[in-house]
């Protein structure tokens, strides 16, 4: 059993094929299988080496290690063997109309009332007239003669699936200028690399139809692949995630300080009779069932995957965190922040909050209870007992207790309304940095 990954390195990697790779890793190692990245770079003109190496970046990040790596430009000596074979057997037909031409066709059969489907003219073609085309400066591009009739599979999520492939144009797999279009290539390369469970988005269920039809004129039996077509996982909004949806890339959410663990668990989960929760990578293998998912469209839920990063970081354990935090940070300064920390960009904040300068806001009706808290800040040595001791002199002294108490003082140590609990803070801070906090606030 083996399976797959082949993105093109025309653009960043977003969610939304993020989650198949996360499928077909999460699907192979579960059962004890193969993964394999191959990189589909026969598009020259898009295809740009930085986003080959941000492909391979955020895998890794994730923590989708494969086995074997390819790229598909390494491999167009076979691609024109194959493709000589085709057209050697006839299944493969040169065609020479203009993208004009075409046009024109297609809607000649629409005002017909017929579908819009290549004609198939070119197969009438004389051995003269060819000769005679190619005379005149024309280089044909290359179709796939389809079968008569339909094929079907046993989709591991859709069930029984069907393609009548009469109802389809006869594919250009072939170039004008000779290279070689995905749909051929990527069926070539999947029965040499031993290729046998295809999972991939529900857009391709036409283009499975077809590919069935190239492998078996390749000699393929038409049990050779077993395929999973998941739904399509949409935005927000309902509409089609893209490559170029920025804020969904996961460039964009590694920046943004979201863990790999936290995206891995949602995209596994997503779209599946499943309820996403945070796991290790062991426990996302062991528990990944293909069969949850289901046939029905599912919406990336940037709130839900949030709140996924934040159970992720509240439970993350010092050693597995140092690689957010500064090198000074130890493990008490950790357990004293993580529980107020939704992505890991947040937590430089507050090293700065407890080392660092901050601007407190101005409280001019509080200024004369910050004075009271100056005045009676406890002398070091400082401990466990010091700000309990600190704000119950305060209470006594200026009659506050709750908020009215607690809120000032927050606002002018931290600069915040909201954080991490003030003892454990204060102790980190040291009587230096707060004194000079309370003065700051004071006059501020």
């Known amino acids: 059993m083996k399976l797959r990954f082949a993105p093109s390195p025309t653009g960043y990697l977003h969610v939304g094929n993020a989650r198949l790779a996360v499928a077909n890793f999460l699907f192979a190692r579960h059962n004890g299988a193969k993964f394999l990245l191959r990189i589909d770079d026969t598009d020259t003109s898009r ?14 990040w994730l923590g989708l290690k494969w086995d074997e790596y390819v790229r598909q430009s390494e491999r167009l000596d076979r691609y024109a063997e194959v493709i000589e074979k085709l057209k050697a057997s006839g299944r493969l037909y040169p065609c020479f109309e203009t993208e004009y031409e075409l046009n024109a066709k297609r809607e000649a059969r629409i005002r017909a009332g017929k579908a819009p489907i290549y004609d198939r003219a070119m197969l009438k073609l004389t051995a003269d007239q060819r000769a005679r085309a190619e005379a005149n400066g024309k280089t044909p591009h290359w179709r796939f003669r389809l079968s008569d009739g339909s094929r079907k599979w046993q989709d591991l999520v859709m069930d029984e699936c069907s393609v009548k492939l009469t109802a389809i144009s006869d594919p250009v797999l072939v170039r004008g200028d000779g290279t070689i279009l995905y749909t051929l290539a990527s069926v070539i390369d999947d029965l040499d690399m031993g290729i046998t469970h295809i999972v991939r988005g529900e857009d391709h269920v036409t283009n499975t139809g077809v590919q069935i039809d190239i492998a078996e004129a390749l000699g393929a039996k038409p049990d050779r692949f077993t395929f999973a077509h998941l739904p399509l996982l949409l935005d927000s909004d309902g509409g089609k995630l893209s490559k170029r949806f920025d804020s969904l890339a996961l460039k964009s959410l590694r920046q943004d300080g979201l863990e790999p663990m936290s995206i891995v668990s949602y995209l596994a989960r997503v779209g ?12 996302a293998i062991a528990a990944y069932d293909i069969s949850h998912v289901s046939k029905s469209a599912a919406r990336f839920d940037m709130t839900q995957l949030l709140a996924l990063n934040r159970r992720a970081l509240h439970n993350l354990p010092f050693e597995a965190a140092k690689i957010h935090l500064p090198p000074e940070a130890d493990e008490t300064f950790w357990h004293a922040v993580r529980g107020n920390v939704d992505l890991s960009a947040e937590i430089p904040h507050w090293w700065d909050v407890v080392h660092g300068t901050i601007i407190p806001p ?10 009271q808290a100056l005045d009676t800040l406890p002398t070091e040595p400082w401990g466990e007992e010091t700000w309990k001791d600190w704000t119950n002199a305060l209470k006594e002294q200026s009659g506050r207790k709750g908020r009215s108490l607690f809120m000032p003082l927050r606002l002018a140590l931290t600069g915040e309304d909201a954080g991490p609990e003030l003892h454990v803070l204060l102790g980190l801070m040291g009587r230096e940095r707060t004194v000079a906090r309370l003065r700051d606030a004071i006059q501020a």
């Not at 599946?272 to 426990?283: A, G, H, L, N």
């Open 47 to 60: 295809g740009k080496p930085e986003y080959e190496e941000a492909i391979g970046k955020d895998l890794s």
């Open 272 to 283: 599946s009779s499943d309820d996403p929760q945070v796991m290790t990578m062991d426990e």
């Open 362 to 371: 101005s409280q001019p009706e509080d200024r004369e209870f910050l004075q």
